[in-house]
C-alpha cells in the first residue's frame, strides 16, 4: 500500500510561483505512473500533469502547459509539481496520485493512490 503526503501549498499573488512536492512511501515508487489533479471549490477533480514511471513523457492540461511543470526522483521517492505564472483560477485543493501500470493517465478514476491534498490559493 502506497501513501503519499503533499506539501507546499499556501498563499500566492498572481503571477507568482509555488512548488508542491508529495513524498510515497510504503511502496516501490518508480514503479508508478503518478499525477498531479487539483479541485476547486464546487467543481469536480481536474487533471494538471502526469508523468510516467521513467519521467520521459509528461502530459499537461491545456490550462497549465507552459507554466506548471511536474517531475519525480525516484531515487528520493519524490513526485514534484512547479508552478509559475499562477493565476486565481488556480486556486484549488491539490492531489497527487499514482497508479498502477505503465502508462501516465489524465483520467483520475485510473489512480488508486491518493494523497491529503494540499491548498494552493492565487490572491489577484
Known amino acids: 500500500q502506497v501513501q503519499l503526503v503533499e506539501s507546499g501549498g499556501g498563499l500566492v499573488q498572481a503571477g507568482g510561483s509555488l512548488r508542491l512536492s508529495c513524498a510515497a512511501s510504503?511502496?516501490?515508487?518508480?514503479?508508478?505512473?503518478m499525477a498531479w489533479f487539483r479541485q476547486a471549490p464546487g467543481k469536480g477533480r481536474e487533471f494538471v500533469a502526469a508523468?510516467?514511471?521513467?519521467?520521459?513523457?509528461?502530459p499537461y492540461a491545456n490550462s497549465v502547459k507552459g507554466r506548471f511543470t511536474i517531475s519525480r526522483d525516484n531515487a528520493k521517492n519524490t513526485l514534484d509539481l512547479q508552478m509559475d505564472s499562477l493565476k486565481p483560477e488556480d486556486t484549488a485543493v491539490y492531489y497527487c496520485a499514482g497508479r498502477i501500470g505503465s502508462l501516465a493517465s489524465i483520467s483520475s478514476l485510473e489512480y488508486q493512490y491518493w494523497g491529503q491534498g494540499t491548498q494552493v490559493t492565487v490572491s489577484s
Open positions: 510504503g511502496g516501490t515508487f518508480s514503479s508508478y505512473p
Open positions: 508523468i510516467n514511471r521513467s519521467g520521459t513523457s509528461t
